[in-house]
């Protein structure tokens, strides 16, 4: 394996480290949001499907390539929307409520 | 040089606004913003991905990014929140299809050695991975969707032999693709294992039943997840293996707390074994038992005399759509003096956390909502416990009768309360067909009839008495 790949393996497993660490401290309370969330950061493939589709590499190439930026597209736009939905119901009792 | 440089730069910043928009998540009132920052990194990646010299027209990515944004924008607006399980499901497939294509794509050309990527066997065992788990993760989404839109039966589907042909379906994925990391020129395999493992995908969750779908929603948010950074080890990008190990621990974590609050060992969730029917040992009868029924006004007396309620929603409730109502009757118990609160299993909804955003969209405000750790020490004060729509999850069986099949299953302490009171349509088992002792308990009041309309009756019958005469 070469060197590169093998960094790419650290990167990997200090991210999956990382995620743990943070995404075990979401409360179940924002569970279903942190789902979208996720769905919606992973989207991020959509960078690899922009350059498979804009290289101009042959028709296979931007045919699969334009499937999957609208794909991807759909995830970002659509992941990030709800997400924003969900958080924004999310609210504290009003303060005169508490204070009885 | 220095454009190269940028783009990276814009990964580097992606990569940090998406950890800390997760990390925004722990706390409710800090995680708008959070997300905000989040979506801030993708723009920024995109922008820095449009500038790559690689990138010399942009005619299709104009065409891609228009019919994505067309789809995603209603997807992401209108979706109501009942939904959100089948939601989420296809948008774990739209995830997967897109890291499928891409690593048919990329292997077509470094086969015919276009690009910049060769394709010695470290890149082919990426390309393999991103197509074996996106192929699986798009029609394994897909199961989960029709079932969640009922577009199929919800029941579990299962047949002979079911097991042994997974695994050895399994067993073809896994040796086709080490075939093809020794030789990766031989393309036709990489179509087979794609076709193979988009079965797979489907018998999967085929035999996997409605209540267990949180389980399965979790596990293709995590495949989808590995997909994104199989992607990344392909194409080289650091940013794709980030986000794409931050979605998989994400899927991996509710895996986890979903198989616990099941009572299904995370070994059968690792390899996906979790739809096996259980039988179980000969349930508890009900014979010679019987059921104490009240009557909707004395519901509605103890209710609002009481100090302390619990109110278990389960998933009937949220079919009922009765959750606005129950919020209204929460509200009314609080102007006669007593304090109410919202016991959250965590199996309550369709999905991890579903039952939280379905109160909370009713304006449930969040510090009432309880997960289940915090709050069955309370049941001990609580005057009465409110069962809605819920079965399995307040069932002392789980605690104390080993041949239960749901014995060993974390429950919600109901039973606990001074008084239980539990709305149901009749005395039908629940989903597991188990009886449930404590709708005989001597403190239990059954209260028959629809959620939703007992819950009305209740909110008007308190509304006409005048809740100021009982504060």
Same mark, same amino acid.
């Given at each position: 394996?070469?060197?590169?790949?093998?960094? &790419?393996?650290?990167?990997?497993?200090?991210?999956?480290?990382?995620?743990?660490?943070?995404?075990?401290?979401?409360?179940?309370?924002?569970?279903?949001?942190?789902?979208?969330?996720?769905?919606?950061?992973?989207?991020?493939?959509?960078?690899?499907?922009?350059?498979?589709?804009?290289?101009? *590499?042959?028709?296979?190439?931007?045919?699969?390539?334009?499937?999957?930026?609208?794909?991807?597209?759909?995830?970002?736009?659509?992941?990030?929307?709800?997400?924003?939905?969900?958080?924004?119901?999310?609210? *504290?009792?009003?303060?005169? &409520?508490?204070?009885? | 040089?220095?454009?190269?440089?940028?783009?990276?730069?814009?990964?580097?910043?992606?990569?940090?606004?998406?950890?800390?928009?997760?990390?925004?998540?722990?706390?409710?009132?800090?995680?708008?913003?959070?997300?905000?920052?989040?979506?801030?990194?993708?723009?920024?990646?995109?922008?820095?991905?449009? %500038?790559?010299?690689?990138?010399?027209?942009?005619?299709?990515?104009?065409?891609?990014?228009?019919?994505?944004?067309?789809?995603?924008?209603?997807?992401?607006?209108?979706?109501?929140?009942?939904?959100?399980?089948?939601?989420?499901?296809?948008?774990?497939?739209?995830?997967?299809?897109?890291?499928?294509?891409?690593?048919?794509?990329?292997?077509?050309?470094?086969?015919?050695?276009?690009?910049?990527?060769?394709?010695?066997?470290?890149?082919?065992?990426?390309?393999?991975?991103?197509?074996?788990?996106?192929?699986?993760?798009?029609?394994?989404?897909?199961?989960?969707?029709?079932?969640?839109?009922?577009?199929?039966?919800?029941?579990?589907?299962?047949?002979?032999?079911?097991?042994?042909?997974?695994?050895?379906?399994?067993?073809?994925?896994?040796?086709?693709?080490?075939?093809?990391?020794?030789?990766?020129?031989?393309?036709?395999?990489?179509?087979?294992?794609?076709?193979?493992?988009?079965?797979?995908?489907?018998?999967?969750?085929?035999?996997?039943?409605?209540?267990? %779908?949180?389980?399965?929603?979790?596990?293709?948010?995590?495949?989808?997840?590995?997909?994104?950074?199989?992607?990344?080890?392909?194409?080289?990008?650091?940013?794709?293996?980030?986000?794409?190990?931050?979605?998989?621990?994400?899927?991996?974590?509710?895996?986890?707390?979903?198989?616990?609050?099941?009572?299904?060992?995370?070994?059968?969730?690792?390899?996906?074994?979790?739809?096996?029917?259980?039988?179980?040992?000969?349930?508890?009868?009900?014979?010679?038992?019987?059921?104490?029924?009240?009557?909707?006004?004395?519901?509605?007396?103890?209710?609002?005399?009481?100090?302390?309620?619990?109110?278990?929603?389960?998933?009937?409730?949220?079919?009922?759509?009765?959750?606005?109502?129950?919020?209204?009757?929460?509200?009314?118990?609080?102007?006669?003096?007593?304090?109410?609160?919202?016991?959250?299993?965590?199996?309550?909804?369709?999905?991890?956390?579903?039952?939280?955003?379905?109160?909370?969209?009713?304006?449930?405000?969040?510090?009432?909502?309880?997960?289940?750790?915090?709050?069955?020490?309370?049941?001990?004060?609580?005057?009465?416990?409110?069962?809605?729509?819920?079965?399995?999850?307040?069932?002392?069986?789980?605690?104390?009768?080993?041949?239960?099949?749901?014995?060993? %299953?974390?429950?919600?302490?109901?039973?606990?309360?001074?008084?239980?009171?539990?709305?149901?349509?009749?005395?039908?088992?629940?989903?597991?067909?188990?009886?449930?002792?404590?709708?005989?308990?001597?403190?239990?009041?059954?209260?028959?009839?629809?959620?939703?309309?007992?819950?009305?009756?209740?909110?008007?019958?308190?509304?006409?008495?005048?809740?100021?005469?009982?504060?």
């Amino acid at each position: 394996m070469s060197a590169s790949g093998f960094l &790419e393996l650290f990167v990997f497993a200090l991210a999956a480290c990382v995620g743990y660490q943070v995404i075990r401290r979401v409360p179940a309370l924002l569970h279903t949001p942190l789902m979208s969330a996720t769905n919606a950061i992973s989207a991020i493939s959509v960078v690899g499907s922009l350059v498979l589709a804009g290289s101009d *590499r042959g028709l296979l190439a931007s045919i699969l390539g334009v499937i999957a930026v609208a794909a991807a597209t759909i995830n970002v736009v659509g992941g990030f929307l709800i997400t924003d939905r969900m958080l924004k119901m999310f609210k *504290r009792s009003a303060p005169s &409520e508490a204070a009885r | 040089m220095t454009l190269t440089l940028l783009v990276n730069c814009s990964y580097l910043a992606a990569s940090v606004l998406f950890i800390l928009g997760l990390r925004s998540l722990a706390v409710p009132d800090h995680a708008r913003r959070g997300m905000n920052q989040a979506a801030l990194g993708m723009l920024l990646a995109i922008v820095g991905t449009l %500038m790559k010299h690689e990138i010399v027209r942009y005619d299709w990515i104009i065409a891609g990014l228009a019919v994505g944004a067309a789809i995603g924008y209603p997807l992401g607006m209108y979706v109501p929140m009942t939904a959100m399980p089948q939601r989420i499901a296809i948008s774990h497939l739209f995830g997967a299809l897109a890291a499928t294509l891409v690593g048919i794509a990329e292997y077509q050309l470094s086969l015919h050695g276009i690009g910049e990527h060769g394709l010695n066997s470290a890149r082919m065992a990426a390309l393999g991975f991103e197509v074996l788990f996106g192929a699986l993760t798009v029609s394994g989404s897909f199961m989960a969707f029709a079932k969640l839109q009922e577009l199929v039966s919800g029941r579990p589907i299962t047949y002979p032999g079911q097991n042994a042909m997974n695994l050895s379906l399994f067993a073809g994925m896994v040796g086709l693709l080490v075939w093809l990391i020794i030789d990766p020129t031989q393309s036709v395999l990489l179509y087979v294992m794609a076709g193979l493992s988009f079965s797979f995908g489907i018998l999967l969750v085929l035999p996997i039943g409605g209540a267990d %779908m949180p389980v399965v929603i979790s596990l293709m948010n995590s495949y989808a997840g590995l997909a994104c950074s199989a992607t990344g080890f392909a194409i080289g990008n650091e940013i794709l293996i980030i986000a794409g190990a931050l979605d998989g621990a994400s899927g991996f974590i509710l895996s986890i707390v979903m198989s616990k609050a099941m009572n299904r060992s995370f070994r059968n969730v690792l390899f996906g074994a979790f739809g096996t029917v259980q039988t179980g040992g000969p349930a508890k009868t009900s014979e010679g038992l019987t059921v104490r029924s009240v009557s909707m006004e004395d519901a509605a007396l103890q209710l609002t005399s009481a100090r302390k309620v619990i109110v278990i929603p389960g998933y009937g409730m949220a079919v009922a759509q009765a959750q606005h109502d129950l919020r209204e009757l929460g509200e009314l118990i609080e102007r006669a003096g007593g304090t109410v609160e919202y016991a959250i299993h965590p199996v309550a909804g369709r999905m991890p956390g579903h039952m939280n955003v379905l109160l909370a969209e009713a304006k449930v405000p969040y510090d009432k909502l309880k997960d289940m750790d915090d709050i069955n020490d309370e049941f001990a004060n609580a005057d009465v416990a409110l069962v809605i729509g819920a079965n399995d999850v307040v069932n002392p069986a789980a605690r104390n009768d080993q041949s239960s099949p749901i014995y060993g %299953m974390p429950i919600l302490n109901a039973d606990h309360a001074r008084s239980v009171i539990v709305m149901k349509r009749g005395m039908n088992p629940g989903f597991a067909g188990i009886e449930n002792e404590l709708f005989y308990h001597q403190r239990t009041a059954m209260l028959f009839g629809d959620a939703k309309n007992t819950l009305v009756a209740l909110v008007q019958h308190i509304k006409s008495q005048g809740v100021a005469a009982a504060a």
